[in-house]
T-cell receptor, first 114, second 109 residues
Framework: NAGVTQTPKFQVLKTGQSMTLQCAQDMNHEYMSWYRQDPGMGLRLIHYSVGAGITDQGEVPNGYNVSRSTTEDFPLRLLSAAPSQTSVYFC?????????????FGSGTRLTVV | TQLLEQSPQFLSIQEGENLTVYCNSSSVFSSLQWYRQEPGEGPVLLVTVVTGGEVKKLKRLTFQFGDARKDSSLHITAAQPGDTGLYLCAGVEAGKSTFGDGTTLTVKP
């Protein structure tokens, strides 16, 4: 099993550019989330989804959009990149987190906005 | 916003020592999870605790969930260099996982 696959692994953007971070999982998990991790800090929730067609905002949603058209895919769109969005982005999926199932994380996308 | 505070932020110890890290919140969670993250990788789940007062053991690691389901601790016995990493706790409520800022553990040989 591939688990959670994130692409690209590295990306450099210019301020104002837009792009989409891809995330796919092959475990038939209902729950998927996007986090960002800045140096010396934990993970901050950007957006999450509890199933196909359902998304909601996390702690730091501004500047990001998501959609969940299928169970497998949960892309994160940066609308107009800013230097403050330089970070490592992690996608994660879970079956039923509230009942004890943990999240499986991808290996991350390292984004630099110049 | 539900906040999770982890302490200490950094911990450097010698191989063979014991240690405890803490995860505290003013909010109640339906479950609490502990993850370990190595540089350049995503976090990996160590354990989930669900019931207040629950204690789980994973080899040399002991996890405890507070009676009120607001806090948790991770105790490592006889730490080894392979335990080095970032330890993150996450509170789960209504399908959302909120992470603490983590404890960076370094175990010196």
């Amino acid at each position: 099993n591939a688990g959670v696959t994130q692409t690209p692994k590295f990306q450099v953007l210019k301020t104002g550019q837009s792009m989409t971070l891809q995330c796919a999982q092959d475990m038939n998990h209902e729950y998927m989330s996007w986090y960002r991790q800045d140096p010396g800090m934990g993970l901050r929730l950007i957006h999450y989804s509890v199933g196909a067609g359902i998304t909601d905002q996390g702690e730091v949603p501004n500047g990001y959009n998501v959609s969940r058209s299928t169970t497998e895919d949960f892309p994160l769109r940066l609308l107009s990149a800013a230097p403050s969005q330089t970070s490592v982005y992690f996608c994660a999926s879970s079956s039923v987190p509230g009942q004890g199932a943990g999240y499986t994380f991808g290996s991350g996308t390292r984004l630099t906005v110049v | 916003t539900q906040l999770l505070e982890q302490s200490p932020q950094f911990l450097s110890i010698q191989e063979g020592e014991n240690l405890t890290v803490y995860c505290n919140s003013s909010s109640v969670f339906s479950s609490l999870q502990w993850y370990r993250q190595e540089p350049g990788e995503g976090p990996v789940l160590l354990v989930t605790v669900v019931t207040g007062g629950e204690v789980k053991k994973l080899k040399r690691l002991t996890f405890q969930f507070g009676d009120a389901r607001k806090d948790s601790s991770l105790h490592i016995t006889a730490a080894q260099p392979g335990d080095t990493g970032l330890y993150l706790c996450a509170g789960v409520e209504a399908g959302k996982s909120t992470f603490g800022d983590g404890t960076t553990l370094t175990v010196k040989p």
